[in-house]
């Protein structure tokens, strides 16, 4: 894979991360079709949110998880998240010490993008709902860890979630990690799916019922390979030396070299022979 920044990952269209995630098959393909068609539907009644708009705030919805990590399925849900910017995107992320000086909670937020979407609590619910709505709520979460509007698209019959980047901002970049190890090596992809399947049909695959959640999952997996093979699947930081020291592993460090946490703004992949990833 080509070297990755975090800011040209942030860079990326929403629309490109969600067809490169579905490329596999032509049911795979009409998949992603939907889901950049639920995504553009979701911008336009987002982007129009009376609040932000007044505040010069600008909007940046991205989907993330398994849509786009490239271990998505057709049955896999959409999850989106919400990053708020005042001026260019590339500034960063207000955080939510800036969203409270607003004078404004992370359930309002929740409740002006329900109201945006045409979401009701069920009680609220009418039978006059309008027959060409195009969303439906399906549970609403204001107290949640990480708060969550679940609700379908309904043209597709697809499930959404949507959260805020500042309750929850290494949503991008766990995603990312997944789909770098993936283009890694191509036989770590299958293998994923097979977890999945497995995780799910024994019902242990649910952070919120207190079992590891899929990504956990998945990082065992990775780590697992790591240890039978060491030359899979590994992680060369950048200012880190070819040449380990003594006790420092598989992944050495210069002299003068950064942390490895420099990991978070420059990812690049190589093979145990210290050649480019497959």
């Not at 995107?89 to 329900?114: K, R, T, W, Y």
């Not at 709505?133 to 708060?147: E, I, M, Q, T």
């Not at 997944?178 to 049909?201: G, M, N, Q, T």
């Not at 207190?210 to 998945?218: A, D, H």
Request: glycine share 6%; with cysteine; net charge negative.
């Amino acid at each position: 894979p080509e070297h990755v920044t975090v800011k040209e990952l942030l860079q990326q269209t929403e629309t490109s991360i969600l067809k490169n995630a579905y490329q596999h098959s032509s049911a795979m393909a009409a998949a992603a079709e939907g889901r950049v068609e639920a995504l553009n539907q979701v911008k336009a009644k987002l982007d129009s949110v009376e609040f932000f708009v007044e505040k010069g705030i600008s909007l940046k919805i991205e989907p993330f998880g398994s849509c786009a990590n490239t271990v998505g399925t057709l049955k896999s849900d959409l999850d989106l998240i919400v990053s708020f910017y005042r001026g260019e995107e590339n500034d960063s992320a207000l955080n939510e010490e800036q969203l409270d000086a607003l004078g404004v909670s992370n359930e309002d937020i929740m409740l002006m993008f329900m109201e945006a979407l045409g979401l009701q609590e069920e009680e609220e619910s009418t039978d006059k709902e309008s027959s060409s709505s195009l969303f439906r709520l399906k549970d609403f979460r204001p107290s949640a860890r990480v708060p969550v509007i679940k609700f379908f698209y309904l043209p597709i019959d697809l499930e959404l979630d949507l959260i805020l980047f500042h309750c929850n901002d290494f949503a991008l970049l766990n995603t990312q990690l997944i789909r770098d190890y993936c283009a890694a090596d191509p036989r770590l992809r299958p293998l994923e799916f097979a977890l999945k399947r497995w995780v799910s049909a024994r019902g242990v695959g649910d952070s919120t019922n207190s079992t590891l959640s899929s990504y956990c999952w998945m990082l065992m997996m990775i780590f697992y390979l790591q240890q039978v093979d060491r030359s899979t699947l590994r992680l060369t930081l950048p200012g880190e030396a070819d040449s380990a020291g003594e006790g420092e592993g598989e992944v050495g460090r210069e002299k003068g070299g950064s942390s490895t946490s420099r990991f978070l703004s420059n990812l690049q992949w190589e093979t145990g022979d210290g050649q480019e990833g497959y």
